[in-house]
C-alpha cells in the first residue's frame, strides 16, 4: 500500500484522514496528516516519531480496505457508525508496527499504545464512532501479535482482523 501522502491544515479539528482520490503520487489513494496532529505528537511524545508512524499505517489501512473490498464488509458489521473501519485500520497499523519492530528492536511502542488508548471515544451513537479505549487498544495489540508471529502478508493481516472485529461485533 503506497498511496500519496501530505499535509494538511487541521486547526480547527486535529486529525488524519484517508481518501479514494489520488491526489498526488501513483496512488491508490491519498494519506492526510494533520498539521496540528503531527505538531503535537511530535513535541508531546518521545518516541522517535513511531507514534506519527502507527497514525500514518492506520491510515494506510483505510486506503487498503478501500482497494482490497473490505468497505462493504465493514460497513455490513455496523451501518450506523465506522467501529469496524476504525478497529479494522487499528489492527493493522498493529500489524505494521510488528513489521518494522522485528527489523528494528530498539524500538518502544508504549507511547503508541496510550496514545491510541487516549484517541478511543465512548460515543456509541455518533457515525464518528472509533471503538472505546480499549477496543482501540486491544485492535492494534491483536494486529501486532498476529504481525510478530511470522511474515504472513497485508492480506492474510486484513482477513485476519476482519474476522476479529466480527466476532466482537
Do not use: W
Not at 497514525?55 to 469496524?84: S, W
Request: charged share 25%.
Amino acid at each position: 500500500v503506497s498511496p500519496g501522502f501530505a499535509f494538511f491544515d487541521d486547526s480547527k479539528a486535529e486529525n488524519a484522514v484517508a481518501i479514494r482520490e489520488t491526489l498526488l503520487g501513483n496512488g491508490p489513494g491519498t494519506v492526510l496528516m494533520g498539521m496540528k496532529l503531527f505538531g503535537r505528537l511530535m513535541a508531546r511524545t518521545n518516541d522517535g516519531g513511531i507514534t506519527v508512524i502507527a497514525v500514518c499505517a492506520h491510515e494506510f489501512g483505510h486506503i487498503y480496505q478501500m482497494y482490497a473490498g473490505y468497505e462493504v464488509p465493514l460497513n455490513q458489521l455496523d451501518a450506523k457508525t465506522n467501529r469496524p473501519h476504525e478497529l479494522h485500520a487499528d489492527f493493522l497499523a498493529g500489524y505494521y508496527l510488528a513489521l518494522r519492530k522485528a527489523e528494528h528492536r530498539e524500538l518502544d511502542l508504549r507511547e503508541v499504545g496510550r496514545e491510541l488508548h487516549a484517541l478511543g471515544d465512548t460515543a456509541f451513537t455518533s457515525r464518528q464512532h472509533h471503538g472505546t479505549p480499549d477496543e482501540r487498544l486491544g485492535a492494534l495489540t491483536a494486529g501486532f501479535r498476529f504481525g510478530a508471529q511470522g511474515k504472513a502478508d497485508i492480506a492474510a493481516a486484513a482477513k485476519a482482523g476482519f474476522e476479529l472485529i466480527k466476532r466482537s461485533s
